[in-house]
């Protein structure tokens, strides 16, 4: 049964008193999508809600938003571990949290006891960190290694134990917590079946030599890790760009990173948004199988390159990617790689959403300080005609880099937070809600 009414029920502010405010801007630079309110934390929870989050996602089937929440300390100073933030789709009430103090949580809050070990500019350790739901409901959310002790002083070191992807059933239970023997955060994932049965494909980015960063390859039914596709090949004597690593291996990917990955249920693949590799340094999209061979590998079946993107974002429209890149945002033909259109508007994102409902693609607009991006907000790439329609901005000063959208309603979710540790101190943050009022209601049984 849905949580509706319970203690922690917060409804949307309303629009004459928002949380956070729209900036001026003219029509032409802002799409026609309104801010129709800002789900907060009760004023009893985390000093620091919101401050420090990760990936969203919105589960059409259920009409639910989730967004990783590494939350921090709460009023008595007691550090909070993190949760999975659950919030009503439709009406922006908050319904629960799921997996509170369950996770490593920001081990750059003060309180953590972690912070003289933390890494600056923040630990790669945190979580949680991507979060999706699976066609039966289960959350799937990936971990950083919890501390097994306490700091031992500025510059010192703390003992955690590896990385994990935790699974919980609707009621919130942990039912499963995969141990995937990182010694950084599991980060970024995607869900999809293959003849029936269920595959995830999550990234561990920030694997540091000599360990290499890496994707594991999950039987989502049996939750049993089925193989694992390290990022340590050297770059090829051939020197193609599009040559294919040995199985079990992508191009080293040391100081890139692996970032968004998606999954095609057309074809049955996955496909992971590469920043870089020695073979590639201004990245590549990798076409990765859901199986792997009994000796545990996983396999690259595909390297598109891309060029000067140091990507970060990645979307599936139908037979397109929409690719971020550090500088811009691309539209990119699936089977082929070819580029079909590149915006610069949409610089300075992360995370990106496709919504088939509308034919949207969404972006975390990161904002300030990002060099040549006035502000923070909404981005949105009309995929179906190749335009660009603008940024939806948000208040100077907050700090965004994730976003969802669907639900019932169509809503587009933009979690924020303050600007600075001080300022998110102080207040609690929220996740922004908007809608576009021509969008028609979706199916209630749609799936994502």
């Not at 699974?167 to 039912?175: N, Y």
């Not at 994707?215 to 051939?238: F, Q």
């Not at 169509?410 to 300022?423: H, K, T």
């Amino acid at each position: 049964m849905r949580m509706r009414g319970s203690p922690v029920v917060v409804p949307l502010v309303a629009a004459s008193a928002l949380l956070v405010g729209l900036l001026p801007a003219s029509a032409a630079q802002t799409p026609p999508y309104q801010h129709i309110g800002t789900v907060t934390e009760p004023n009893t929870s985390l000093n620091d809600g919101f401050g420090s989050f990760d990936i969203s996602f919105v589960d059409n089937q259920r009409d639910e938003y989730l967004l990783a929440d590494r939350a921090g300390t709460d009023q008595t100073g007691t550090f909070i571990h993190g949760r999975i933030v659950v919030v009503d789709a439709d009406d922006g009430s908050l319904l629960k949290y799921v997996g509170a103090d369950q996770f490593s949580g920001n081990y750059n809050s003060p309180a953590s006891g972690l912070s003289g070990c933390a890494e600056v500019p923040r630990d790669p350790r945190n979580g949680p960190n991507g979060v999706l739901t699976d066609d039966d409901g289960f959350i799937w959310v990936g971990d950083g290694n919890k501390a097994t002790s306490a700091c031992s002083g500025a510059g010192g070191t703390v003992t955690s134990a590896n990385s994990t992807i935790k699974v919980f059933d609707q009621s919130g239970a942990l039912v499963a917590s995969i141990d995937n023997g990182g010694n950084r955060r599991a980060d970024e994932l995607a869900f999809g079946k293959v003849h029936g049965s269920g595959r995830i494909l999550i990234s561990n980015p920030e694997e540091v030599k000599p360990n290499f960063p890496f994707a594991t390859l999950i039987n989502a039914d049996s939750r049993k890790i089925l193989g694992k596709i390290i990022y340590d090949e050297p770059k090829p004597a051939s020197g193609l760009t599009d040559a294919v690593p040995p199985v079990g291996h992508g191009w080293d990917a040391s100081n890139f990173g692996l970032e968004q990955d998606v999954f095609d249920p057309e074809d049955g693949l996955f496909y992971l948004n590469v920043p870089g590799t020695v073979l590639n340094p201004g990245g590549e999209i990798d076409v990765i199988s859901p199986e792997a061979n009994a000796a545990g590998q996983g396999r690259v079946v595909k390297v598109m390159p891309l060029d000067n993107c140091g990507g970060s974002g990645l979307a599936l429209a139908g037979d397109k990617l929409v690719v971020q890149c550090g500088g811009d945002i691309r539209v990119i033909q699936e089977d082929t790689g070819q580029q079909l259109g590149l915006f610069t508007d949409g610089a300075g994102a992360d995370e990106i959403w496709f919504d088939p409902a509308d034919g949207n693609a969404y972006q975390g607009i990161i904002g300030p300080p990002i060099p040549g991006v006035p502000t923070a907000g909404v981005g949105i790439l009309d995929v179906r005609h190749l335009q660009y329609l603008g940024v939806v901005p948000v208040a100077a000063g907050l700090g965004t880099h994730s976003v969802a959208a669907g639900g019932r309603n169509n809503r587009i979710f933009l979690p924020m937070a303050e600007g600075s540790v001080a300022a998110h101190n102080a207040g609690n943050g929220g996740i922004g809600m908007f809608h576009r009022d021509d969008r028609e209601p979706r199916g209630g049984d749609e799936d994502n």
